[in-house]
DNA sequence: CTTGACAGCTAATCAGAATTAGCCTATAAT
DNA sequence: ATTATAGGCTAATTCTGATTAGCTGTCAAG
């Protein structure tokens, strides 16, 4: 009964591809091709093109919904930990904010459907939504609660959170969208990502203001 | 004579359409009904569709040529002016990033060529390099500039000019993405951009180490 | 005046791609 | 054992959309 198998390969290839190309220059052929079977064969799993298009989305939506409640528990963990660790205060950011660079740069998932989106986020106004709520908003409102932590332990200053956080995920977000672009730059990202935590710490550490 | 017109409107006409719908889905039927004339009228002045577009990418790096010695003179400018009225460091500042921040997102020219390499980045490397160029290394390196004279100036300070340029131009990179795709969110920008500039003198400024 | 290139038009042509029709086999439930 | 269903296949079908052919009027150079 791989039935339900043969229904996810379907997604999973289509999303590499839309995420390669772009839906438009996808054909049907080139994901059946990939799943091991003819095109018409497709149509027994999904009514259009715009159906596997339509369920990446759905199933995405599924997906992040799980995701959240996750990063949620590991955040509080990160905050709960904050006390006892106050002497790494500068790794722990680091690795905080690395951890996050690589997490969405390499989880295979992620990465693709980001790249999807970018290509279509012009299409129309709900996967522009989508777009800045999953790679904007959401990840500023995310480390806004953590950054928040740390300040109220004292650990870093600043009297508008929203402002700081800015600065530490913009820099962030630039990087990754260089990394989709040109994979070759990781490197040079993650050089570039450390030292701009390292100076991120040394500017809104308390130890400054 | 307005044959260059017209060749020129369908450059202009299919750079508005491809940065809406992306190359692939815009018809030669539909530029050419904008310039006002039928499909096969247009190989009369481009060989194929792809010769368009190939013509959108030339026009763009003169563009780019002109407006780089433009904005060399300017940013001359700025230097200069500098030692006169250091009194009003971070209004000055604050200007520098609006002025570059409006003028990416209203010139027209600009926005639409950078929204249609935004759906068309991943199609090659030379596409994605010129967005990187453009996008992400050009500006930081002419911002680079910018902040080195007021470090050298005394007027910032820093031991790392590539990083703190990174932190003022990543978040208006940002919320340049996030205006491009969604122009209602513009206020709510051009406010966020603000107080991060203002937060970022803050940091930055001399008066803090 | 007349000729040639230009820029437009209508009517093909040609190819590519999504989708449908209709057939076949395995398998799981009755 | 029988049958219904799922899931695959090949061979249409149908559309859409880029490009080409071939005609025409205009206009500037001679």
Redesign the pocket.
Known sequence: ????A??QRILDEALTLFSEKGYAN?????I?QRV??????????Y????AIFDAIIEEMNNRFIAQAGALNISGVDAGADADVYKNIDEDRLVKMGISFFEYYLHDDYTRRFRKMLTIEQFHDKELAAVYSKQYIDDPLSYQGMLLGLLVAQGILATDDIGTMTLHFYAPIYLLLTVCDREPDRQEWAEGTLEKHIRQFNKIYGRSVR
Chains 1, 2 share one sequence.
Do not use: C, E, R
């Open positions: 009964m791989d039935t339900k043969t229904k996808v054909f049907v052929g080139d059946a091991g079977i003819k095109a018409p064969s497709l149509y027994k799993h009514k259009s093109k715009q």
